[in-house]
């Protein structure tokens, strides 16, 4: 979190919002409607030692060849094909 700040609306109606810094990321996988029956993307952030991790993540990055990630999150965006 970085801070807040407020933003308005046509009708001029201010709404707080809160600042976050997000990144940078990396996206470790692109999952297709196709093989997974979703589409998604997953993103790492936050590189730490990969003996930091625990057996399945430390797995799936050594799968990937990869450096070691203490956040991995999965979204669900309205078009992943791009």
Do not use: H, W
Not at 6 to 31: M, Y
Not at 52 to 79: A, Q, V
Request: net charge positive; charged share 35%; glycine share 6%.
């Amino acid at each position: 979190k970085v801070g807040m700040t407020q933003i308005f609306d046509e009708e001029g109606k201010c709404t707080p919002v809160t600042v976050v810094l997000a990144g940078p990321c990396t996206v470790v996988q692109k999952k297709t409607a196709e093989s997974d029956s979703y589409s998604a993307v997953k993103l790492a952030y936050q590189e730490v030692d990969k003996k930091r991790l625990n057996k399945p993540d430390r797995g799936l990055f050594e799968k990937l060849e990869m450096s070691g990630f203490k956040y991995l999150r999965e979204f669900k965006p309205e078009n992943t094909d791009s």
